[in-house]
């Protein structure tokens, strides 16, 4: 089961519920919290009376009494480290994970479309893209959720290479251990399509109605097998395998994964961002960005060993 270690929360709210969450989670893995704020850094700017410096030590006053607050809110409960930076947002928290190792970085923010309850901010999809640990977005004062979590697997991070086989499973090990914390279950979805499936149809293609439906039954087939096989590996490991429900879609993966969350009122949407070594710049793939764009439920967003952010940041010595 995966376990996190050190928690960063860059809490732009100060929702109870959310915070919650975080405290429930740190208890479980034995994890330790620290909540940070963020100032802007003061203008390099003329100011005869000072007013610039005055502003700035107010807003670093500020910082630190509203973090203070949140660690009172539950000192009974657990201990909170706090800490006040400053810089932009996303550059700063990424610097946090690297320099002090953070393995969980969990940003409570409203999403970019407050009325629809849909997409991340700018920071939330700066953080998914760049940030090399896992990142969990939550979004204060939404509609209430069930406890169930959604799991979303791509066959392409799941098949072909044992760290990719890997990587899905430590997927389906964090979906499952937060599923346990809240008394929910598993939906474990995977969308597929045959190959070449707009085609298919094309005249050009001078396929016979026969063959093209022996092709669409062996790609079905296929898929099948493979769902079924990941989905006894995940029920392998899950303490209660009754809570792992499976779901595969002959649909585009977009719309699928959406459509799941709705319908199981998820709480929680759990998936993979795409990133490798040899291609530091290709950090997030272009379903996972969709997905992270359209959705107001929370996401915990986990990276794939290899993971290279674009941001060059130095470890301290």
């Known amino acids: 089961m995966k376990h996190f270690r050190d928690i960063l929360v860059y809490a732009e709210s100060d929702d109870q519920a959310c915070l919650e969450q975080v405290v429930a989670l740190a208890k479980a893995h034995g994890a330790a919290i620290t909540v940070c704020e963020i100032v802007e850094p003061a203008p390099q700017m003329q100011d005869s009376r000072g007013v610039i410096e005055r502003l700035s030590k ?16 539950f000192a009974t ?41 849909t997409g991340l901010n700018a920071t939330g999809m700066h953080l998914m893209r760049k940030c090399p640990c896992t990142v969990w977005a939550l979004h204060p004062g939404r509609a209430s959720h069930s406890n169930d979590v959604v799991l979303a697997l791509d066959r ?85 395998p009754l809570r792992v429900k499976a779901h595969l879609m002959e649909s585009p993966a977009v719309p699928a994964v959406e459509r799941m969350v709705k319908d199981t009122n998820a709480g929680l949407l759990v998936l993979g961002t795409v990133g490798t070594s040899a291609n530091p710049g290709v950090l997030i793939g ?3 960005e969709s997905i992270l764009a359209g959705i107001g439920t929370p996401v915990l967003a986990l990276k794939p060993p290899g993971f290279v952010s674009p941001l060059t940041i130095a470890h301290r010595p």
């Open 77 to 117: 409960d657990t201990v909170i480290d706090y800490s006040v930076f400053t810089g932009v947002p996303f550059i700063t928290i990424t610097e946090q994970v690297v320099q002090q190792d953070f393995d969980l970085v969990v940003h409570i923010s409203e999403p970019l479309q407050v009325d629809s309850g």
């Open 156 to 240: 392409e991070l799941a098949s072909g290479t044992r760290a990719a086989e890997a990587f899905a499973m430590t997927l389906a090990e964090a979906a499952l251990g937060l599923a346990q914390t809240r008394g929910g279950n598993v939906h474990v979805v995977h969308a597929w399509l045959p190959y070449g499936a707009e085609l298919l149809d094309d005249a050009d293609l001078e396929l016979t109605d026969s063959e093209r439906q022996v092709y669409r039954q062996q790609q079905r087939s296929d898929s099948e097998q493979w769902f079924k096989r990941v989905v006894q590996r995940i029920e392998s490991v899950a303490d209660e």
């Open 286 to 288: 272009a379903t996972t």
């Open 58 to 73: 107010l807003r670093w006053n500020r910082a630190f009494q509203r973090l203070r607050r949140i660690c009172d809110l």
